[in-house]
């Protein structure tokens, strides 16, 4: 017996349709997954199925009894609950149970009196008599893998902590039937991992909104497309449905242009005139208007983002150059003897848990805060865009066209001039859109707003702190291709595992401790990277280690041959560097297969450590050959 199913579902706003006479049956331990441009309305599909909207024509039939919990895009609202009592309301009369419980064995409550005892032992009574302790242990686990404080405020947490807990409350009821909108918001790597764990074990039936592509290849079982107000559904893996889109889309324009065609002949004829008046046949007149309101009802797909970064100048070859820096924030070492250099071209991912350092180690990159031991030099001619700079920068009152033009009429691209209007439909904002309040925009609008305004900066250097939550897939695809084509510099912290594999050419782990490693490639080349690492650590240590040779100060004959070659060296190794980024930030690059392009970063990273140690033998071999002059 299916748990629900909607028969002939129709919910409009105004003239659009957002469910069009569609069909759905969710089966039990069914894992199904939702997906869709933004705006489409899969949130308010969510909320048709938890009856929070109401259809306007069709049926929703559910299983008697049946169990729903629901992660929605709304946050909680603040109050004096604690993290806790907030989860625990997921389970209804069990959860008051244990919020009493919870609060009378607080630590800070020391007053334990004969009235305190007897509660305690009424609320275990009651406890174990709905087997109410496995609940709690849940509710414990749940709270430290998303890394919650359970007696934390939920009004002192930010919008992304408050996710965290809505995810809590809705995980731990374990309900029939979960629905998830944009789990993976908001997570680091870690619980991401956690959650897709958790829902692969889950017993009951899921419905998932998610973007999170990795997500969708390892779990998706059947996937759900809105699109346009119809739903379709497949059977299989991502890829797949992928294959099969591409397919239904070629089938549909064909069919478009054959309707089009039909069409214009039959206008061209009721045009006729007075012959064609005489002569006309009811039916096919009749048929002709069939046809107009066939065509009129038709709903066109919504057009690609077209954005573009703008890039006005260069920046020298050497971007960031960071010496032994030390940094430490209340009592816990952020960075310990940390070095790197990062030259123009590079496309560097910063991954780690929340917390450990990544956005600390950016505001030092950038200048923004300064070093307690070590050096940290900027390039010359940097033009620096944030992106999460600018989140503070919105004013939510304000239009989308304010935000991002100001009182400007034109926006100024590549030296190229564009009407604010034109330059913000390339972000699919629609007229209507530009100019209502931003606080009126969904999460994905208010994200490409950010990249909007992002990208009408002229930059080199662009720094990206979690841009992708709530951007849809073809927007997610589109973005990737840009900074693929960016020339600059791209500093990136994010936990979107194949936008990181399809953008950046190198990554930073924290590994917590101050511990930070460097590999070239992204999150999937980091596994055989390490691999080859152990292979060559136990290899090393069968072989004995050389006695260290002493250094001379002596300037000999062969070293002054030496420096004056170096120059050529260094213009090959520089020009070596050059023609593997262009490589690199071509387009076609991502064409290649995954051997070629860790070949070519593997070249490319070497090339850097030699130019490096070139330059630091030329510093050595200038100072002898001064101290011999002395």
């Not at 497309?225 to 299989?236: H, I, K, Q």
């Not at 077209?306 to 006005?312: E, I, P, S, V």
């Not at 033009?405 to 913000?424: C, D, F, P, Q």
């Not at 071509?586 to 070519?600: G, M």
Request: with cysteine; glycine share 6%; hydrophobic share 40%.
């Amino acid at each position: 017996m299916p748990l629900l199913r909607l028969e002939n579902a129709t919910l409009a706003f105004g003239e659009t349709y957002i469910l069009d006479r569609i069909n759905l049956q969710i089966d039990p331990g069914e894992k199904i997954f939702l997906i869709g441009r933004n705006g489409m309305g899969k949130s308010c599909l969510l909320k048709v199925l938890m009856g929070k909207i109401k259809l306007d024509d069709g049926v929703l039939q559910m299983q008697p009894g049946l169990k729903v919990a629901d992660l929605p895009q709304d946050l909680p609202q603040d109050d004096q609950s604690t993290v806790y009592e907030y989860v625990s309301q997921g389970l209804q009369d069990i959860g008051v149970l244990l919020q009493q419980y919870h609060e009378l064995t607080n630590p800070n409550i020391t007053n334990h009196d004969d009235a305190w005892f007897a509660k305690i032992e009424e609320i275990q009574k009651q406890l174990e008599h709905k087997n109410g302790w496995q609940f709690d242990q849940i509710i414990t686990t749940v709270l430290t893998r998303l890394e919650l404080n359970a007696d934390q405020k939920l009004s002192a947490l930010s919008g992304g902590w408050k996710r965290r807990a809505a995810l809590a409350k809705a995980l731990v009821s374990k309900p029939d039937l979960l629905l998830l909108d944009e789990p993976t918001n908001h997570l680091d790597l870690e619980a991401i991992e956690w959650l897709e764990e958790y829902l692969t074990e889950y017993p009951g039936a899921i419905l998932c909104i998610t973007h999170d592509r990795t997500l969708l290849q390892k779990l998706s079982k059947r996937i759900l497309e809105l699109d346009r107000g119809s739903l379709t559904s497949w059977n299989g893996d991502y890829q797949s449905f992928l294959a099969d889109k591409e397919h239904r889309l070629e089938v549909e324009a064909t069919h478009a242009k054959k309707f089009d065609k039909v069409l214009a002949k039959e206008e061209t004829w009721i045009r006729q005139g007075i012959k064609a008046r005489r002569t006309r046949n009811e039916g096919r007149v009749r048929a002709l208007e069939k046809l107009r309101i066939e065509r009129g009802q038709r709903r066109k797909l919504q057009g690609k983002p077209k954005f573009q970064a703008n890039q006005d100048t260069e920046s020298g070859d050497l971007v960031v150059k960071a010496e032994h820096v030390y940094f430490k924030y209340n009592d816990k070492q952020i960075l310990n003897d940390f070095s790197i250099r990062m030259f123009k071209g590079d496309k560097i991912a910063f991954i780690g848990p929340n917390g450990v350092g990544k956005s600390t180690l950016l505001k030092l990159l950038l200048g923004e805060i300064a070093p307690q031991a070590g050096t940290i030099k900027l390039g010359t001619n940097l033009q620096i865009a944030y992106f999460d700079q600018l989140r503070a920068s919105i004013n939510f009152e304000e239009s989308a066209i304010v935000n991002v033009a100001g009182g400007r009429e034109t926006i100024t691209v590549n030296g190229k001039e564009k009407h604010a209007i034109s330059y913000l439909g390339d972000f699919l904002f629609t007229p209507d859109r530009l100019r209502i309040p931003v606080r009126m925009l969904s999460g994905g609008e208010c994200n490409r707003l950010l990249l909007a305004k992002l990208f009408s900066l002229p930059s080199n250097l662009l720094v990206l702190d979690e841009p992708t939550n709530d951007l849809d897939i073809e927007s997610l695809e589109l973005l990737e291709e840009i900074l693929a084509e960016y020339k600059g510099t791209i500093l990136l912290v994010s936990h979107d595992r194949t936008f990181v594999d399809n953008v950046v050419t190198s990554t930073l782990v924290f590994r917590g401790n101050a511990k930070i490693d460097e590999y070239v490639g992204g999150f999937q080349d980091i596994p055989a990277i390490e691999k080859q690492a152990e292979e060559k650590a136990k290899t090393t240590e069968k072989t004995s280690p050389a006695m260290p040779q002493k250094k001379s100060n002596t300037f000999t004959a062969k070293m002054k041959q030496e420096l004056h070659e170096l120059p050529n060296k260094i213009a090959d190794a520089e020009a070596t560097i050059e023609n593997l980024n262009t490589i690199v930030i071509d387009p076609c690059f991502y064409s290649k297969s995954k051997d070629e392009q860790a070949e070519i970063y593997a070249n490319l990273k070497t090339m850097q450590e030699e130019i490096l140690r070139l330059y630091a033998r030329w510093e050595e071999l200038e100072a002898k050959r001064a101290n011999s002059i002395d």
